[in-house]
Structures are given as structure tokens and as C-alpha cells.
């Protein structure tokens, strides 16, 4: 169910029909719903062309259309909107009808009450959710063995392809000008044994070595090759559950997803934005481990978030079907999100995407909890002998690949980071969180927007009981920015080991 106001499209020429419906389901709680209305079927049509609804209440009977047709052509149009269909007392055989050919449900003018019909529009979302996502994997299914299989066959041949063109080139001595030909037909014939590789992750046919780690540890040791593929004008926060529970999968698989949607997000965003990668311990029960196909239990979740251009619900729907790209040529080869489909569903686990168009995009990846303990990746050495500690620090740094160190070193040592690019950023985030759950502030002193003392002297107001570390480059500007030069303060470039005790030091004075 969405978590905001359900857009109706009410479909109905009469407007005292059309006002009780409205009165019937505002009498429920009135701001879940948001109504558009039309009283024709074609200004109904252009609706649902332009604008995205939860749910559409159909008369049958309207000026322009009236019986089953009605429901047809708006089916036709708008297949992946639920639909209710509303009819008179003397045809409700239309609406079983109606309810064969796809509708969710009926009702009965005159017989609908506010429980029935604010259940009716629940329950539509709910089965028209169940059954696109029961379509959407069928399908992929489908497309999943017919491209295994052909991959399979491709490998055999290129093999074949790879392995005489190389015994050729090995009887030609190197100046033979055929010679240069056959290492062009080579590297084709590897190119094209990389393509159906790909595909053979999607089909889910490739090896997968599933072994037990720690999501974060994956996070945070791909950081670096993340931020390098990302630009500048693109902000990477991580929020990173500080008790995350281990998982069970191939780390490299997916240390490639990671990889693919943070490409994604990047392209989303020509002009830069925020990328903010999470992830969080979820428990998933009986009803929404059945729509996914799963079993229920502990799972931890990884979201991929951007603030880019979105997507419409066409290409939403079709997103993880292979070589499905809207990219142009050369750019995009559809692969990406296939790939990552496949690895989750192999690793045991579930993919889904939010977007709307110039709203953004979320990638919520869940991968089932292992219920080992210790995790194949390495753990920072220096952990036991460091100075750590549990407690939360909002990091304002903007200079990014500080601000990761700062983070990794920091999280390595068991602290909770909030991390901000500047000032703003930071007082944004603190207010999100309540008075108590942020024990430190470490800030670099100039940074654009709103530099560090700035943003110190302001937290202070609201949050007096937060303790402060500073950083910069330059000890005179620390020096006189804080009031009598008493403030904590860490000279750059720092080490891990002098960040981490002075962090200790700040938090226990
Ligand atoms: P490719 O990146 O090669 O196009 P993918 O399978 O990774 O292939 O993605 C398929 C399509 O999904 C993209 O072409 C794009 O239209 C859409 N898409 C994927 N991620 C995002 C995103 N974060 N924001 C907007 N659109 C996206």
C-alpha cells in the first residue's frame, strides 16, 4: 500500500453518484484518498494517459461508452491500474463480467457503505500488486530459460570459435597479415562469450559461490571504486545499520549489483544529486514472503537511492527485462538490471523498484540473514587495538574521499555515522534525529554552504548536549574561529589511529 494518499480516478457521469463515493471513502479518514474525476470515458482515456492513479472506480454506464466495452477499453489502456468496476442493481451481471476479463472487483450502486468500499480499493491495490509482480517474474522467468539457453549454446560454439582461431594464429607467424585478422575475430568471439555470461546470470545458470559477510564490510570496502565511477557533482551517503545481521551470498555477485545501480543512479543524474546507499535489518513476514516468492524470516535490505529523473511506469515495468534500455547506443546494453535480478533471485532473495518520473529512483535489494556468525571479509586489523566505541557522530566533511575514510575508520570501530557534505546537510539530518541519539559532532571548519563553526554554533542552540570535534587543514583558522580556542580540534592530514583516540578522547571528557 502506498505510504501517502491513494489516487483515485473516478470514473462517473452523475455527480451525486460521484460526490457520495467521494463522501463514502472521505468518511473513512479523508486525507487517504485524492480524487481526479471525469464524466466520459474518453476524458478518462487522456487521464490515465497523463497522470499515474492507485486505483480507477469505473461506472459502466457513462455518455460514451456503456456496458463491458467501458471496461475493455479502459483495460486496454491502463492493464496495470486496478480496476472497480460500479454498476446498477439490474446488471450486476455486468460486473462478474467485468471481474472474468480482469477487473478487481465490483460494487452496486446504492449498496456500498464506507467499510466495503475503503476495503474494495485496499484490496484491489493489494491483488493487482500481487498479481503484476506474479506476471512480471513469470515473464522474466520465461525470458530467463530462453536466453540460458541459448548462452549455453553460444558458449559451446565460441569456444569452438576461440579455440581453433587460437591454434590458427599459433601456425602463422606473427608478421603474416592474416595473422592480425584472426586476433580481431579472437576478441570478437571474447566479447561476445562476455555477452552471453551476462546472460547466463540473468538466467540465473551461472556459478554462484554463496559464502557468509557482513553487507557493510562489502559497502564500505567497494566505496572507493563507487565514488570513482560516480562525479563530482554527485553526493554518495552511505547510511549503514551499525548491528546489520550477516548474509548468505556471493559477495562478488553482488559487489556487481552494487556496481550496476550505482552506474544507474549516476546516469540518472547528468547534473548531479544524492546518492544515499542504506542498509538496515528487516523482518519479513508470511504475507509479503508469499508475494515475493521467499520464505518469511530475517532479511537485510540494501537501498540504492537517487534523486535523478525517475522513470514512467512503462519503463518501470520492464526494467529488469533483458537488453531493456532506454540509453543511447553504445551507452546502455540492458544487461544491468537483468543481471542483478538473476544474482537475487538466485542468492535467495527479492529486487524491487520505486520511481516516478523527476522524482527519483529507490533499488531495495533484500538477501536472506545467514544464521552463522562469522563473516569472509576482512575486518579492519587495526579494530582490536583502537580505541572504538558505540556511540553515533554526525561527520560533516565535504571533501569525499575524507569523508569515507573517515566513515570506514569510524564504523570499523563500531561507532554509528551519520555522514553530510556540508553544514546544511548535517543540521538536517540532526533534526531528523531526537535529542540524545547524536553523541558527537565532527566537522571540518570550511566547507560551502554552511562551513563548520557555523554549523557548531547553531546545533548548539537546539542541541547543547552534543560534543564537538574539529578538523581542518589549518590550525589558525580553527584557532580563531573557536571562541577562546578551547574547542576540541584535530589537525588534517590525521591518521585512523589519531582520529579514533581523539574521538574516544572528546566523547569521554
Ligand atoms: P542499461 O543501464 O544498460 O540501460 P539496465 O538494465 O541497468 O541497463 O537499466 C535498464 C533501464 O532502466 C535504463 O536504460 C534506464 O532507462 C532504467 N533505469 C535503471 N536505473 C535507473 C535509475 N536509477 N533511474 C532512472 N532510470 C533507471
Redesign the pocket.
Known sequence: MPDRPIKILLVEDNPGDARLIKETLSEAAADQFEFACAERLDLALEQVAQHEFDVILLDLTLPDSSGLQTFEKMHTQAPGIPTIVVTGMDVEILGTEAVQKGAQDYLIKGQVDTPLLVRSVRYAIERKLLENQLLQSNRLESVGELAGGVAHEFNNLLTTIMGYTQLGIAGLSPEDPVCSDLEVVLRSAERASRLATQLLTFSRQQVSEPKVFDLNQLILNTGKLLRSVIDKDVELVMLLSPDLDLVSADPNQIEQILM?LV???R??MPTGGKLVIQSTNVNVDQAQADRWNCPAGKYVSLTVN?N????NEE?KRK?FDPF????ETGK???????ICYGIIKQNGGHIEVD?EVDNG?TFKIFLPCSTQTVSILPQSQERRDMPNGKETILLAEDEPMIRSMCTRVLFDNGYKVLEAANGEEALRLAQNHPAGMIDLLLTDVVMPQMGGIELTSRLGESRPDIKILLTSGYTDEALACSPNGSMPFLQKPFLPSALLSKVREVLDS
Open positions: 550496476n552506474v544507474n543512479a546516469d540518472a537517487d535523478g529523473i525517475g522513470m519503463v526494467v531493456f534500455t532506454t540509453k546502455g546494453t540492458g544487461l544491468g538490471l537483468s520511481s529512483t
